[in-house]
């Protein structure tokens, strides 16, 4: 069947990390002393379920403008699930009562960067939040049906040569806005775990 035709569930992300295998770790946690938490958001509203994005603002002084997860670097003592839940109410004013952690996307590591991401993947409870971005960080939030990012026109990969190497680069083409990068495989690996069509081992070196 096509996995497309077949609306998500909050009820079947929460079996698919249930079962899911172990997370694939980034050799760089052990070689830096703090690290980075993102949470992937989603909530359901009339029988489709939505994921919660954010266009940073133009005057960050890194990836500025550019569509990610809420997050941010881990603070002195935190853990990193806890990094997760204060970015989203820093950025968005997620409140973190609400979310309820299923599970993890692969940690990464991105090569523009001497972190490592922890991905936290949270269901939402009480349909649609009432979010408010931080104009500070924030320069719109996105919401996204699931539908929309798993056809076939909105996804695409490309071949990039990087430092000699050659990657694949994912993009998720939203009306107004493109989705690439690191956010983009991350997507792109939640969206195959959910569907049963992509497993772990293909985020830890982005």
Same mark, same amino acid.
Request: no cysteine; glycine share 10%; charged share 25%.
């Given at each position: 069947?096509?996995?497309?035709?077949?609306?998500?569930?909050?009820?079947?992300?929460?079996?698919?990390?249930?079962?899911?295998?172990?997370?694939?770790?980034?050799?760089?946690?052990?070689?830096?002393?703090?690290?980075?938490?993102?949470?992937?958001?989603?909530?359901?509203?009339?029988?489709?379920?939505?994921?919660? !994005?954010?266009?940073?603002? $133009?005057? #960050? &002084?890194?990836?500025? *403008? /550019? @569509?990610?997860?809420?997050?941010?670097?881990?603070?002195?003592?935190?853990?990193?699930?806890?990094?997760?839940?204060?970015?989203?109410?820093?950025?968005?004013?997620?409140?973190?009562?609400?979310?309820?952690?299923?599970?993890?996307?692969?940690?990464?590591?991105?090569?523009?960067?001497?972190?490592?991401?922890?991905?936290?993947?949270?269901? !939402?409870?009480?349909?649609? $939040?009432? #979010? &408010?971005?931080?104009? *500070? /960080? @924030?320069?719109?939030?996105?919401?996204?049906?699931?539908?929309?990012?798993?056809?076939?026109?909105?996804?695409?990969?490309?071949?990039?040569?990087?430092?000699?190497?050659?990657?694949?680069?994912?993009?998720?083409?939203?009306?107004?806005?493109?989705?690439?990068?690191?956010?983009?495989?991350?997507?792109?690996?939640?969206?195959?775990?959910?569907?049963?069509?992509?497993?772990?081992?293909?985020?830890?070196?982005?």
């Amino acid at each position: 069947a096509d996995v497309a035709s077949q609306p998500v569930t909050l009820d079947q992300i929460r079996r698919a990390f249930a079962s899911a295998q172990p997370v694939v770790r980034s050799e760089r946690e052990h070689l830096v002393k703090r690290g980075s938490a993102v949470l992937v958001p989603l909530y359901e509203h009339e029988g489709e379920v939505y994921v919660v !994005l954010t266009r940073r603002s $133009p005057s #960050l &002084r890194v990836h500025s *403008g /550019e @569509v990610s997860f809420p997050g941010g670097g881990q603070d002195p003592g935190e853990e990193l699930v806890d990094t997760a839940r204060r970015e989203a109410l820093e950025e968005v004013a997620l409140d973190p009562a609400t979310v309820e952690i299923v599970g993890e996307l692969d940690h990464l590591s991105t090569i523009t960067s001497d972190s490592f991401i922890v991905p936290y993947v949270g269901l !939402l409870s009480g349909g649609r $939040p009432e #979010l &408010r971005p931080n104009p *500070g /960080e @924030v320069d719109a939030v996105l919401t996204v049906a699931l539908s929309e990012l798993m056809l076939p026109e909105v996804y695409r990969e490309e071949r990039w040569s990087i430092f000699g190497d050659h990657r694949s680069i994912f993009f998720f083409e939203l009306y107004g806005d493109t989705v690439w990068g690191a956010t983009a495989a991350m997507l792109r690996q939640f969206l195959g775990l959910v569907t049963g069509t992509l497993g772990r081992g293909e985020l830890a070196h982005l």
